[in-house]
């Protein structure tokens, strides 16, 4: 056992690192978390430098990075630098969860598939999965997922071009074939949804994406899940803490139903950092293993109860 400190530097692109996240690492067992806003592809460079050298080889075994912040291209640009800076042998473990978008569209996804599998036996390679506001971190998330578990996938913004250029981008980095569209109106809404079984809401916090009148018109029989917990919800009519409830001939996922299983999701992370050494990176693919995981030791935890 290393008599190193087990420190994380809680890196944010923004000027405020959330509260939230330090939160969560405390509670994974860090000794120490260093908060740190305004990062950027000019001073990640020596923030690495200094982190990673200061404590010989064993020291940064015990040092770990967490990358967050609200411009997701920003970010991805600075894990790029961040993974060129560190030196072999004092490489340091880094994560990266661009404001919980993507323990969140991991966690949305895995529980869906868990409850698409127990009403339905069915898997998301049986599935067309369509998401509205695809473009964000969430939605893309969600989206590629999707697109890898095997389900036909569209991606919706409100632009076709905003759509095709996160498709594009995704496609070609994940080796998926996700098909983009423009939202367009009610009609169109009805439209897309129709042979649809999931149907994905990952607009930003206050945007209603399907009103009521527009659910009522879209064929029966499918699973929402919502990622927006701020009035007005994304889906007109439900619940933040549905969890599979039955509405207008669906299932309904609201947006709160995830939280528990997220906050598990990032502390699992975080620990697993911990054991890790060299300069692995942890992303939303590993985020979903870990969500399917804890969502499969719940089921069996209340099995055995029964
Ligand atoms: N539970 C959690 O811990 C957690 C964590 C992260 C996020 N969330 C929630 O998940 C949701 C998605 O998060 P995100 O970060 O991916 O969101 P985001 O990037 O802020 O927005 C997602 C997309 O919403 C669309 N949009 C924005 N304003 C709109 C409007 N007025 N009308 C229609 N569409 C609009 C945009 O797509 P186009 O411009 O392409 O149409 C945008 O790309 C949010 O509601 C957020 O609060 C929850």
Excluded at 67 to 77: I, T, V
Excluded at 113 to 130: G, N, P, R, T
Excluded at 200 to 205: N, V
Aim: charged share 25%.
């Amino acid at each position: 056992m290393s008599d190193k400190k087990m420190i994380l530097y809680l890196l944010d692109t923004d000027p405020l690192p959330s509260p939230f996240d330090i939160n969560v690492a405390y509670d994974a067992g860090y000794d120490i978390v260093v908060p740190m806003g305004g990062i950027n592809e000019w001073n990640i460079v020596r923030i690495i430098e200094d982190a990673m050298f200061s404590r010989g080889e064993k020291g940064a075994k015990n040092t770990k990075i967490f990358l967050n912040g609200s411009n997701h291209a920003q970010l991805k640009r600075i894990l790029d630098i961040a993974r060129e800076s560190m030196i072999p042998g004092f490489e340091l473990t880094t994560c990266i969860d661009p404001r919980g978008g993507y323990t969140t569209g991991a966690t949305l996804v895995a529980q869906v598939e868990a409850y698409l599998h127990l009403i339905e036996k069915k898997s998301l390679k049986d599935c067309k999965v369509i998401i509205f506001a695809g473009t964000g971190m969430v939605g893309q998330t969600v989206s590629v997922l999707c697109a890898k578990g095997g389900a036909e996938t569209t991606l919706l913004s409100r632009s076709q071009e905003r759509a095709e250029r996160a498709a594009n981008e995704l496609n070609m980095t994940y080796r998926v074939d996700i098909k983009p569209e423009a939202m367009g109106d009610e009609i169109h809404r009805v439209e897309l949804c129709e042979d649809k079984n999931l149907v994905f809401t990952c607009g930003a916090p206050g945007v209603q994406l399907i009103s009521a009148t527009t659910l009522q018109k879209i064929p029966e029989n499918k699973i929402y899940a919502d990622a927006n917990a701020v009035p007005p919800l994304g889906i007109e009519g439900i619940e933040p803490m549905w969890k599979g409830v039955e509405y207008e001939n669906s299932y309904i996922f609201g947006a709160l139903s995830t939280g528990q299983v997220k906050l598990k999701v990032e502390k699992t992370v975080l620990q697993e950092m911990m054991d890790a050494s060299g300069f692995e990176i942890f992303s939303f693919l590993e985020y979903y293993d870990f969500a399917k995981e804890i969502i499969e030791r719940k089921k069996n935890k209340k099995k055995s109860k029964e």
